[in-house]
């Protein structure tokens, strides 16, 4: 009888070999946990931009945030605020170019979130198969099959690294915004924004 399932692992074979090649599946593994990491803490930077362009509380900016089911969501939300609330042009593209890299390394995580491991006789990580449809010239192809060699090793250490210094960069962004809306607020600076509008 034919079947359309792909051929049953032998696991039994995989375990024993397994041992083995610990050392760089534990090394694949560490690097995931950290990109998973290292982009939440980013993600959550987001409630204090939040909070900043509300004018509201962290706990009131976290419910905002955490309602909003999806990462593109939240920032969108915080594009369409930004749009109304930031005037000064070089502070609103400095907060578009922090969305713009964390979209960037949210692409790599969720490679690496929303895939299925590909896994050799000897129990080493040998691919991702992205767990996504794909449409490509009208035809519909299942997730990309990528490689984790070198190479794909590297690319995770980079993101990493990118990451590392978003989060420092966004945390030097807050004050910004924070005196840029405060100064907003001021009466003398909303008149002064209501002359220039039409």
Not at 15 to 40: D, H, M, V, Y
Not at 90 to 107: G, H, P, Y
Not at 108 to 136: A, V
Request: charged share 25%.
């Amino acid at each position: 009888m034919t079947t359309r399932l792909p051929p049953r692992p032998g696991f039994e074979a995989i375990e024993a070999a397994a041992p083995e090649t610990a050392s760089r599946r534990t090394l694949i593994l560490a690097l995931i946990g950290n990109i998973s990491f290292s982009w939440s803490n980013n993600e959550s930077m987001f409630i204090y931009v939040l909070m900043l362009l509300l004018d509201t509380d962290q706990t009131a900016a976290a419910i905002v945030f955490s309602t909003l089911n999806t990462t593109r969501a939240r920032l969108d939300l915080v594009q369409r605020l930004a749009a109304v609330k930031i005037i000064d042009k070089a502070v609103a593209s400095r907060l578009e170019k922090l969305i713009e890299r964390f979209n960037a390394c949210t692409k790599i995580r969720n490679e690496f979130n929303h895939c299925m491991f590909g896994l050799n006789e000897s129990g080493e990580i040998t691919h991702t198969h992205l767990m996504k449809i794909t449409e490509t010239k009208g035809r519909l192809k299942f997730g990309a099959v990528r490689p984790v060699d070198d190479d794909r090793i590297r690319e995770m250490q980079e993101v990493i690294a990118d990451l590392k210094v978003l989060n420092r960069d966004l945390w030097d962004f807050l004050p910004v915004l924070e005196a840029h809306i405060r100064q907003q607020s001021q009466p003398d600076a909303r008149l002064r924004t209501e002359r220039i509008e039409p």
